[in-house]
C-alpha cells in the first residue's frame, strides 16, 4: 500500500513538472491515423502548461446487417496509448447490447458480435469504452462514447398497404382518368443504395388500364369502355425496389375496379304496338294492362316516366309510373260504354327523368308505342234517368193518388223490359207503391206530414231477362203541409184569481201552438166561447192573450173554482179551431197578491189533520204492510219438521192420539166395511205420526171380489207396500184390526201368531219391575186360575 502511494506521487510530480502525450485509440485492422485531443492547464510557478490530453483514438464502427458466418462477427479493435502490452489494462464495454449483442476481449480490446443483426429492427448502436487499471481498477481513461452503425442490404421486398384494393371509375370515361391510387412501402434503408427506391408496374390489367410507375396512380387507358359490356375488371400491380431493376425484390396487389353506371343509353319500346281488352263495365281506377320499356343503365339512371301523348283516348284512360318496376300501367279514367265506342287508340311514351348533358348524341333518351285498346260488352243494368228524384206532394191527397214516376232503360243493344220495385226496408209502413211496368208510384196508405215529413224511399229497376242486373235509384218524397190541425195551449196553465182583486186586473197571459206549419208562418187569435161576467180574454196580437178580472172581489167559500173556455183559431185556410178550457182556482193572497192559500188546503184544516198527520199515518200504514208481508215471508219457508223431534227416532216410536176406542159396537170410529170394499178406498192414507215431504201418486189395484176373505185382502196390500219402491221404509206398526173367522171384524191380529193364549207364559213380566206388577198378576192370575178348574 506505502508502495502504491509513493508510485502515486511520483506519477503527479511527473505529470505536472513534465508534460507528457497521453492518448486513447480506436483502432480496427484498416490503418487509420488516429486524433489527439489537447488541454490546458497552469503550473506552480504561474506559467502555462501544455499538455496533451490521453484519450482515444477512434473511428465509426459499421457492421453489416444480416452475417451468415459461423463466427462471432467482428466489429472492430480499443486501443489505448496507455496500453503497454503487459495486459495492465482492462477494457470494459457498456451501453446498447453491450455483454449480449456485443461483447469485448478484455485484455485485447476486440470487438465481436454474438449474433446476426437486423437493420430493420435498428439502425445504430451507442456503446461507451474505457480501459482501467487492471491491479488498482482505476480508470486510467476517461469513458468514451462510440457508435456502431448498421449498414443495410436488400433483404426486404416492398409491401403494399392493402392486399385488395377495391375502386371504381365511371364508364365511358376518357383515356387517363385516375381511378386509384396504390402505395407500398421497403423496410430497407432508403438513404442507403437503391434498396428502397419503389417503381410500379402492372402485371394484369392491361390494355384497359395503367400505373405511373413513381406513383402507382391507376388510370384508365382505353376510351369509351361500356359498363353494359363489361363492369368488372382485375387489375394486378407489381411493386419493385432497386429503381426496378434486375435483382430487386418485388411484391404485388390485386385492384377491382368497377365501372360505374352513366345515362348513355335511351329507353326501348320491345314491341312497337300493345293490344289490350276491358269489358265496359270496368269501374273507374281499374288497371288494364302495363308497358314497359327496357333500358340498360341501372338505379337512378333508368328511372322513367311513362305519359299519354296522343290518341282519341286520352281523356278516357291514364298512365301511372310504378316505381318500383318501372312499368307504366294503363286505367280506366271515365266509364266505359260498348255501345258508344269500341275501340281506342293511343301512343304512349317513355323518357328518362335524369339525362346527363354528356351523352346528349347518344339521344333521344325516351321511346314511344301504340296501344289500342278495345271494348267488350257485357250485360249492363238498367240505367235511370237521373241520379236521385224528389217529390213534392200535400198531405191530404187520397189513397192511390201518382206521386211521380221514375224511368230507367236498358243501356244494352238488345233493351230488354225493365221491372220495378220497391226496396221495403226503406218503405216499412208500406205507404208507398210502384207499378212495376212503368215505375209510377202511388200511395197506399193516408199521409201526415205531423208524422213524418220526409220519406226516402229506393227503388230498384231490374231486367226481367236478368234480375241479377239491377240498379237502385233514392226517390225522395217531401209531404207539404195542409191546414188540418186545430192549435192548442201551449202549455197546461195553473191560474188562480185572488179573492181580493180588482176589476180589469191581469190574472194569466196564454199561447198557442200548432202542429202545421203554413209558408206565412203562425197566427193565432183568442176569444171567449161565451160572455163570462167574472173574466175576460184580450189578444194582444201577436199569438199570446191576457186573462183579465172582470169584477171586484172573489169569494173561495162561495165558489172556489172558476171554468174559463177560451177559442183559439189559426189563420190558414181552411180555418181550424179549438176550444181550451182554463181552470181558474180562487185564493187567499196577500196585499202584493202572492197566493197563500187555495180552496184545497182550506177544506182540509176543519178536519183537524195537517199534511204531517197525513204523511205520518201513511208511513205507519206501509210500516204495518210490511210487517204482514215479512210475516208471511217467513211462514212459507218454515222448514217441514216431523212431529217427533227425538233425534234418536227410527220410527220404532208409539204415537198416542188418547183416542179410546169404542170397541165393536162404535161404528163410528172405525168401519168394518173399508175392508170388506177395498174399491171404497180413494187416496192412500198418509201417516199422522210426521209431516209426510212428498206426495206420490197412489196406485190404483184390482178390487178384490165380495166374497174375498179380509185376511187375503190385508196379505195383498202387504206384498203390494213390500214391493211398491214410492212406499215409504218406515218401521210402524200397522194395525187392521183382524179378529178371526169367527168375529165379525174377525182377528184383529196381523201377526198370525199360532200359538194360542194358554201356550204362552207371561213370568217374565215380573221380571220387568215394578210397572209390569199389574200386568203380570192379570196374565199370572189367568193361568192360576185355569189350572184350578
Given at each position: 500500500m506505502i508502495i502504491q502511494q509513493v508510485l502515486l506521487l511520483v506519477l503527479l510530480w511527473v505529470c505536472l513538472l513534465?508534460?507528457?502525450?497521453?492518448?486513447?485509440?480506436?483502432?480496427?485492422?484498416?490503418?487509420?491515423?488516429?486524433?489527439?485531443?489537447?488541454?490546458?492547464?497552469?503550473?506552480?510557478?504561474?506559467?502555462?502548461?501544455?499538455?496533451?490530453?490521453?484519450?482515444?483514438?477512434?473511428?465509426?464502427?459499421?457492421?453489416?446487417?444480416?452475417y451468415t458466418g459461423s463466427d462471432y462477427q467482428y466489429v472492430g479493435?480499443?486501443?489505448?496509448?496507455?496500453?503497454?502490452?503487459?495486459?495492465?489494462?482492462?477494457?470494459?464495454?457498456?451501453?446498447?447490447?453491450?455483454?449480449?449483442?456485443?461483447?469485448?476481449?478484455?485484455?485485447?480490446?476486440?470487438?465481436?458480435?454474438?449474433?446476426?443483426?437486423?437493420?430493420?429492427?435498428?439502425?445504430f448502436y451507442t456503446l461507451r469504452a474505457q480501459a482501467i487499471n487492471r491491479?488498482?481498477?482505476?480508470?486510467?481513461e476517461p469513458e468514451s462514447e462510440f457508435v456502431i452503425k448498421i449498414?443495410?442490404?436488400?433483404?426486404?421486398?416492398?409491401?403494399?398497404?392493402?392486399?385488395?384494393?377495391?375502386?371504381?371509375?365511371?364508364?365511358?370515361?376518357?383515356?387517363?382518368?385516375?381511378?386509384?391510387?396504390?402505395?407500398?412501402?421497403?423496410?430497407?434503408?432508403?438513404?442507403?443504395?437503391?434498396?428502397?427506391?419503389?417503381?410500379?408496374?402492372?402485371?394484369?390489367?392491361?390494355?384497359?388500364?395503367?400505373?405511373?410507375?413513381?406513383?402507382?396512380?391507376?388510370?384508365?387507358a382505353l376510351p369509351n369502355m361500356n359498363r353494359e359490356n363489361r363492369e368488372q375488371y382485375q387489375v394486378v400491380i407489381q411493386a419493385k425496389d432497386m429503381g426496378g431493376q434486375m435483382g430487386g425484390l418485388s411484391g404485388t396487389t390485386t385492384v377491382n375496379i368497377t365501372l360505374t353506371d352513366v345515362n348513355d343509353n335511351p329507353p326501348r319500346f320491345p314491341q312497337s304496338s300493345v293490344h289490350f281488352r276491358i269489358q265496359e263495365s270496368s269501374p273507374v281506377g281499374t288497371p288494364i294492362g302495363s308497358v314497359k320499356a327496357s333500358d340498360a343503365d341501372v338505379g337512378r339512371n333508368a328511372e322513367l316516366e311513362y305519359r299519354i301523348v296522343d290518341g282519341d283516348g286520352r281523356d278516357m284512360f291514364d298512365i301511372v309510373t310504378q316505381k318500383d318496376t318501372q312499368e307504366g300501367i294503363i286505367t280506366v279514367r271515365k266509364p266505359l260504354d260498348y255501345e258508344n265506342r269500341r275501340l281506342y287508340t293511343l301512343k304512349v311514351e317513355a323518357e328518362n327523368l335524369y339525362v346527363d348533358p354528356r351523352f346528349y348524341y347518344l339521344g333521344p333518351f325516351k321511346d314511344a308505342t301504340t296501344i289500342k285498346i278495345s271494348v267488350e260488352d257485357v250485360d249492363e243494368p238498367p240505367i235511370f234517368s237521373r241520379s236521385s228524384y224528389l217529390f213534392e206532394i200535400h198531405e191530404d191527397i187520397e189513397v192511390g193518388t201518382i206521386i211521380g214516376t221514375v224511368m230507367a232503360r236498358d243501356p244494352d243493344s238488345a233493351a230488354g223490359p225493365i221491372r220495378f220495385s220497391l226496396d221495403r226496408h226503406t218503405d216499412l209502413d208500406r205507404i208507398f207503391n210502384i207499378h212495376s211496368g212503368n215505375g209510377s208510384i202511388y200511395t197506399s196508405k193516408m199521409l201526415d206530414r205531423e208524422i213524418s215529413q220526409w220519406h226516402n224511399l229506393s227503388v230498384i229497376a231490374a231486367e226481367i231477362n236478368n234480375p241479377k242486373e239491377m240498379t237502385r235509384v233514392s226517390v225522395y218524397v217531401r209531404i207539404l203541409d195542409v191546414n188540418d190541425n186545430a192549435p192548442q195551449f201551449a202549455v197546461f196553465y195553473d191560474t188562480f184569481v185572488c179573492e181580493n182583486a180588482r176589476a180589469g186586473q191581469l190574472i194569466q197571459t196564454i199561447s198557442a201552438v200548432d202542429k202545421d206549419d203554413p209558408l206565412g208562418g203562425q197566427k193565432f187569435f183568442f176569444s171567449l166561447a161565451a160572455v163570462n161576467p167574472n173574466f175576460t180574454v184580450q189578444d194582444n196580437e201577436d199569438n199570446t192573450a191576457r186573462i183579465l178580472t172582470r169584477r171586484n172581489g172573489f169569494s173561495r167559500h162561495e165558489i172556489s173554482t172558476y171554468l174559463l173556455p177560451v177559442v183559439i183559431s189559426d189563420n190558414d185556410y181552411p180555418i181550424q179551431s179549438s176550444t181550451g178550457t182554463l181552470t181558474i182556482r180562487v185564493c187567499a193572497c196577500d196585499s202584493r197578491g202572492n197566493m197563500q192559500s187555495c180552496n184545497a188546503e182550506a177544506l182540509l184544516l176543519p178536519a183537524g189533520l195537517s199534511t204531517g198527520a197525513l204523511i205520518a199515518i201513511l208511513l205507519c200504514i206501509i210500516i204495518l204492510l210490511v210487517i204482514v208481508v215479512l210475516f208471511a215471508a217467513l211462514k212459507r219457508q218454515r222448514k217441514k219438521e216431523p212431529l217427533i223431534l227425538s233425534k234418536e227416532d227410527i220410527r220404532d216410536n208409539i204415537v198416542s192420539y188418547n183416542d179410546e176406542g169404542g170397541g165393536e159396537e162404535d161404528t163410528q170410529a172405525f168401519d168394518i166395511g173399508t175392508l170388506r170394499n177395498p174399491a171404497a178406498i180413494e187416496d192412500k192414507k198418509l201417516r199422522r205420526d210426521i209431516i209426510p215431504e212428498t206426495l206420490f201418486i197412489p196406485r190404483r189395484t184390482p178390487s178384490a171380489p165380495?166374497?174375498?176373505?179380509?185376511?187375503?185382502?190385508?196379505?195383498?196390500?202387504?206384498?203390494?207396500?213390500?214391493?211398491?219402491?214410492?212406499?215409504?221404509?218406515?218401521d210402524s206398526l200397522a194395525t187392521y184390526a183382524y179378529e178371526g173367522n169367527d168375529s165379525i171384524a174377525e182377528s184383529l191380529s196381523s201377526l198370525e201368531s199360532g200359538t194360542t193364549e194358554g201356550d204362552q207364559n207371561y213370568d217374565y213380566l215380573k221380571e220387568w219391575g215394578p210397572r209390569f206388577n199389574k200386568l203380570a198378576e192379570m196374565y199370572g192370575g189367568g193361568e192360576s186360575d185355569k189350572d184350578t178348574s
Open positions: 513534465h508534460p507528457c502525450l497521453t492518448a486513447m485509440v480506436f483502432s480496427r485492422t484498416t490503418d487509420h491515423q488516429p486524433k489527439a485531443f489537447a488541454a490546458r492547464g497552469t503550473g506552480s510557478d504561474g506559467k502555462t502548461l501544455h499538455r496533451q490530453k490521453r484519450g482515444w483514438m477512434w473511428n465509426q464502427f459499421f457492421l453489416l446487417e444480416e479493435k480499443l486501443h489505448s496509448d496507455q496500453d503497454k502490452g503487459d495486459g495492465s489494462l482492462k477494457y470494459i464495454l457498456s451501453g446498447d447490447g453491450a455483454g449480449t449483442l456485443f461483447v469485448i476481449d478484455e485484455r485485447t480490446g476486440d470487438i465481436h458480435a454474438t449474433r446476426r443483426i437486423d437493420r430493420e429492427e435498428k439502425a491491479r488498482t481498477l482505476r480508470p486510467v449498414h443495410d442490404i436488400n433483404d426486404n421486398e416492398p409491401m403494399f398497404l392493402e392486399e385488395v384494393y377495391t375502386a371504381s371509375v365511371p364508364e365511358m370515361s376518357v383515356v387517363g382518368t385516375s381511378v386509384v391510387q396504390v402505395t407500398a412501402t421497403d423496410a430497407d434503408d432508403p438513404s442507403y443504395g437503391n434498396s428502397a427506391r419503389i417503381i410500379y408496374s402492372i402485371l394484369q390489367g392491361q390494355p384497359y388500364f395503367s400505373v405511373e410507375p413513381e406513383t402507382g396512380i391507376i388510370r384508365t165380495d166374497n174375498t176373505d179380509v185376511r187375503d185382502f190385508i196379505n195383498q196390500r202387504l206384498k203390494e207396500h213390500d214391493n211398491d219402491p214410492t212406499a215409504p221404509p218406515y
